[in-house]
Nanobody, 120 residues
């Protein structure tokens, strides 16, 4: 099983930027698909973005603002978030699966999350 640890969350003003990191151990992320999800209190977990060697996948609201990338040497996946909006406020999780998908039910390993708060 792969172990995942998210970091980089915090408080940022609307229109600002933040970069989240997902550091992995136990497996090489380059051999897997890695996704970012988010969950606000009382709401269901929703897909944000995913990446593997063959391409990327984005939620419509993230497209053009967020960029997912990977540093193979550090075995870390990043989510660069620009033009942040208050509705982006949530706990952000990274997860891995064997094939790129937006369905959280198909992701086997999950991190514990990092809080992102966007003020207006």
């Amino acid at each position: 099983q792969v172990q995942l640890v998210e970091s980089g969350g915090g408080l940022v003003q609307a229109g600002g930027s933040l970069r989240l990191s997902c550091a992995a151990s136990g497996r090489t992320l380059s051999s897997l698909a890695t996704g970012w999800f988010r969950q606000a209190p009382g709401k269901e977990r929703e897909f944000v973005a995913a990446l593997r060697w063959s391409g990327t996948l984005y939620q419509d609201s993230a497209k053009g603002r967020f960029t997912i990338s990977r540093d193979n040497a550090k075995n870390t996946v990043y989510l660069q978030m620009n033009s942040l909006k208050p509705e982006d406020t949530a706990v952000y999780y990274c997860a891995t699966t064997t094939g790129i998908t937006s369905d959280p039910r198909l992701y086997a390993s999950w991190g514990r999350g990092t809080q992102v708060t966007v003020s207006s």
